[in-house]
């Protein structure tokens, strides 16, 4: 790629997680131009110093200056407050109220949900939110924000229906009913049979049907681990597949990235 050309479509995602940094380095109008690097946590650092580790060793961060800049946050704190009772200078209290745990420095971080009719709240250490905006125009997302996002994107027909994201170690569950959010929850364990448990109990609690409802199913390899689990309970299970939704010379770069990078990506 031609550094003197500008790139005005090119977009830096990075995903920010206790287990490890993802950086992706997109052009739109250039299938060929997509970077990705990871970088694996060192738990004796705080995740400020292990951002000032990644960005030296990645090689694309710093090509252009002031670009803007997209950052997921794994959080495991998060609430949703209803639209009409949205008061940004109220964000901090409602959140601390919910988490009292939570450190008096952090930021708390809301994402409007017009679509939803309401506003998600999630926190992240303050020194590592003044080294991500150092990097440019941040904007800053919940995995939660861009895979409704990206529901909303592809349109989906049901009026009922749940998706879950699973990885080796975690699992997000959006439950849907009519386009409209319903719950919004995680789940660490690195036992698939506990993810089926929790994924199962929350599927009854929400009472969609095992024979006319549908499972939307996303993530890395934990996915395959997790179906043949889910396909004894539910009739209606879809594997959300990236071989369907990027161009084809982009399947081999897009394998290890976590799917809301992903679908940050489609949704951008």
Known sequence: MDRNTPNLNKTLSIRISTNGFCFCSYTASQPDSLQYYSYSVNNRITLAANLDEALKECPFVNDEANMNVSIIVEADRFTTIPNEYD?????????RTCFPQVAATDRIIANRLPAQGVTLLFAIDEKLYDRLCSIGNATFYSPISILL?????????????????????????????EGRLQLANSFKSDDMHDHAFYLLSIWKEHKLQQESDTLYICGDKGVEDITPILNMFIQN?????????????????ITKIPFDLQALLLCE
């Open 87 to 95: 008061n940004k200078s109220e964000h901090a209290a409602l959140f």
């Open 149 to 177: 996002g990206f529901l909303e994107k592809q349109s989906i027909g049901d009026s009922k229906y749940m998706l879950a994201c699973c990885d080796c170690n975690s699992m997000l569950l959006l439950s849907m009913s």
């Open 237 to 253: 299970t879809k594997r959300i597949n990236p071989n369907e939704l990027f161009r084809p010379n982009l399947l081999n770069r």
